[in-house]
């Protein structure tokens, strides 16, 4: 019997940068019963999920009937690294079902499991339905690779330590809008896994066709995984976490009179300058990850706009005193300008690569340096200006900075002024990345990079002018600061998902991010649920505003004659919702803004809409829970998202679990932690 068939949950005012290709939203994985990390055994990262047949598995997407990660059809991969502690009951692995229609509703459903003789088995229902049962016995007390698959000619198999166990053709459909658990059956949580999983994929390709040899080490995201978990962290910790990709990023700091400024910029509004009457560089301590001597291929890469006299280090990654490392440097002889990379082991250079020509002064410029192999090359505006063939790596600097704008000398990082002539220059665009990215003569970048997986380092240069924040691109965006204000807190008691809200109790509490995010007139969405305790007056629930203001905005309200929700923008008519509020109920909000239409959504169904063409004023801070002025929420309010884009232009369905950071995410508020903690988070962790 196949398992439970008998019973089977905006860049001018906050930084916001592009999402890498391979970066997306991440899954929610929710621990429940006692699964937790156990760092006792793991296969790959020192730790796995343990789990202990009595009630502990993993929920993806918080139990949540919704776009579920096995495709309907199509290819795909679902693949586990297992350990048992026994073997003689039937324990599932991966499950997706809805159980809408009934435990026997077999329908589309996903169930891959070990049963009861220690076999793997996979059973998918309904018209076409089949089971592969393996003929391998999974032992205990061992770790094993664990997969199933679907090719592009509807084939299924099951693989056990990179043997197939069995297949089947078929054009049946997998079930979508699904619940979807791991480490029990999904419907009526049940047939609980004794043992551990380590490094849990799946991917919208088949991975494997024929025999493989397993991965000898753990899984790294690519376009086609749809869900990374690594299960690494601390023993016991309940936290589970879909690896999307995104590295960790560099500490950049400006040091010195190093800043941003907008006199000249390739893209984004402002570069780095560095004048020689000044005594700054910008610095990255920790180099684990811009350390090319660890990558057998590389690209470094910069926009540089130069004076007609400018000269020496502009990458400097060497050690101070013993000079391991590399420098690049630009300098001027005569009407000669020369573009040179040096490369120390030791007191003596090993390699020095100098080339005359294929820069201009006065102008921007794109230069790259690129490793392949052996090979070496020089690229000034996309035209090929030095190769060898007999490039030689050195070792590299074991706690030396990366300094920009600098170099080392007798210990101490140079600062601009003793190792620069002229007036100064400008750089824009730096990016490390650990491939070779051009290979012969290209044209340069019309657009800022955007960080992918083969990115270390990629510096924008962009903000405000004369700002020392620097930062590096990895995917994520600038987190917002979310200061309590007043008596706000965190309340555990009452909440719409994540176990807490934001809690205002009527008299002067809110949350101050301490910036506008509402764009002047791009395009715009403000949500969040919310719910009043004792409301009988007009109560705040965001806004960015200051009274007798142009473009004073208050974006969600409860109107105090009516009880009905508002959108009111100075310039626009009022938005009003039919939907009459009521006391303790949650209610999911939104308004947005498309093109010069704005519309305002109660629960998912749009109540209202203005037309015109007015702006929401930047000389305010967005609040939440409150306005300049007064009119405090008494109530909660939870997940709580700004975004830059209009995420809704009609009637929808409100979401049924907490949002994830994306590219057009502004903001994301869970208000989730510990009950009366006073510390909001803004989610930018591509989560």
């Known amino acids: 019997m196949p398992l439970g068939?008998?019973?089977?949950?905006?860049?001018?005012?906050?930084?916001?940068v592009v999402e890498a290709e391979v970066i997306g939203t991440k899954v929610g994985l929710a621990a429940i019963g006692n699964a937790q990390i156990d760092t006792a055994q793991s296969q790959f990262g020192g730790a796995s999920a343990l789990f202990d047949?009595?009630?502990?598995?993993?929920?993806?997407?918080?139990?949540?009937?919704g776009p579920a990660l096995i495709p309907s059809t199509g290819e795909f991969t679902a693949e586990l690294w297992l350990r048992l502690d026994v073997n003689n009951t039937t324990q599932a692995l991966i499950h997706q079902y809805n159980y809408l229609g009934g435990a026997s509703n077999l329908n589309g459903r996903f169930s891959f499991y070990v049963n009861s003789s220690g076999k793997l088995v996979l059973f998918i229902g309904g018209t076409g339905t089949f089971t592969i049962t393996g003929f391998s016995t999974v032992s205990t007390g061992v770790w094993h690779h664990i997969a199933v698959t679907r090719n592009s000619s509807n084939r299924f198999d099951v693989w056990l330590n990179g043997t197939s166990q069995g297949n089947a053709t078929s054009s049946i459909s997998i079930v979508e809008t699904a619940y979807t658990a791991i480490a029990s059956a999904s419907h009526s949580p049940n047939f609980y896994l004794d043992g551990r999983i380590d490094e849990l994929r799946i991917s919208d390709t088949a991975r494997y066709t024929t025999s493989f040899t397993p991965s000898t080490s753990a899984f790294i995201h690519d376009d086609n995984t749809l869900l990374l978990a690594h299960m690494n962290g601390t023993d016991g910790s309940t936290t589970f976490t879909d690896d999307k990709g995104e590295r960790e990023q560099n500490g950049l700091s400006a040091v010195g009179n190093a800043a941003l400024d907008v006199t000249q910029a390739k893209f984004g509004g402002t570069s780095l300058y560095t004048a020689t009457t000044s005594n700054g560089y910008a610095e990255i301590t920790d180099t684990d990850e811009v350390d090319l001597n660890q990558y057998s291929n590389w690209t470094v890469e910069f926009q540089i706009y130069p004076d007609s006299a400018s000269g020496n280090r502009l990458l400097n990654h060497a050690q101070a005193g013993?000079?391991?490392?590399?420098?690049?440097?630009?300098?001027?002889a005569g009407t000669n300008n020369y573009m040179q990379w040096v490369s120390y082991n030791g007191s003596s250079n090993v390699t020095r690569q100098t080339v005359s020509g294929g820069l201009n002064y006065n102008q921007w410029n794109h230069v790259a340096f690129v490793k392949s192999g052996s090979n070496f090359k020089i690229y000034g505006n996309g035209i090929q200006i030095y190769s060898t063939s007999s490039f030689t790596q050195v070792p590299g600097p074991s706690t030396a900075s990366l300094i920009i704008n600098g170099g080392v000398q007798s210990g101490s990082p140079y600062n601009a002024r003793s190792v620069f002539t002229g007036t100064g220059h400008y750089l824009d665009e730096i990016r490390i990345s650990k491939i070779a990215r051009y290979t012969g003569a290209f044209t340069p970048p019309t657009a800022a990079h955007i960080n992918d997986s083969n990115t270390v380092l990629?510096?924008?240069?962009?903000?405000?002018?004369?700002?020392?924040?620097?930062?590096?691109?990895?995917?994520?965006?600038?987190?917002?600061?979310?200061e309590a204000v007043g008596?706000?807190?965190?309340?555990?008691?009452?909440?719409?998902?994540g176990g807490g809200s934001f809690l205002g109790d009527g008299s002067g509490d809110y949350l101050d991010t301490g910036q506008p995010l509402i764009p002047e007139y791009d395009d715009w969405t403000v949500?969040?649920?919310?719910?009043?305790?004792n409301a009988t007056g007009e109560e705040i629930i965001a806004s960015q505003y200051a009274g007798g203001t142009d473009g004073r905005a208050v974006f969600l309200y409860r109107h105090s004659s009516t009880a009905k929700l508002r959108c009111f923008i100075n310039g626009w008519s009022t938005l009003e919702s039919t939907t009459v509020l009521t006391n303790n109920t949650?209610?999911?909000?939104?308004?947005?803004?498309?093109?010069?239409?704005l519309r305002l959504f109660v629960n998912g169904t749009l109540e209202s809409t203005q037309t015109a063409n007015e702006n929401v004023m930047q000389t305010e801070n967005f609040w939440i829970g409150q306005r300049a002025g007064g009119n405090a929420i008494d109530g909660n309010i939870d997940e709580f998202r700004v975004s830059s884009v209009a995420r809704y232009t009609a009637s929808f369905t409100p979401p049924t679990g907490p949002h994830g950071n994306d590219s057009d995410t502004l903001l994301l508020a869970h208000m989730d932690g510990t009950d009366g903690s006073t510390t909001f988070t803004d989610d930018n962790s591509n989560s």
């Open 53 to 65: 047949s009595s009630g502990d598995y993993l929920a993806l997407n918080s139990q949540s009937a």
């Open 322 to 332: 013993s000079y391991n490392g590399y420098y690049i440097r630009m300098s001027k």
């Open 458 to 482: 990629l510096a924008h240069m962009n903000g405000t002018d004369n700002s020392t924040d620097l930062f590096d691109d990895n995917g994520t965006r600038a987190q917002v600061g979310l």
């Open 586 to 597: 949650w209610y999911h909000g939104a308004v947005s803004r498309d093109g010069d239409t």
């Open 5 to 16: 068939a008998s019973r089977l949950n905006f860049l001018a005012k906050t930084q916001v």
């Open 527 to 533: 949500e969040c649920w919310f719910r009043f305790d």
């Open 487 to 497: 008596n706000a807190q965190v309340d555990t008691a009452v909440s719409y998902f």
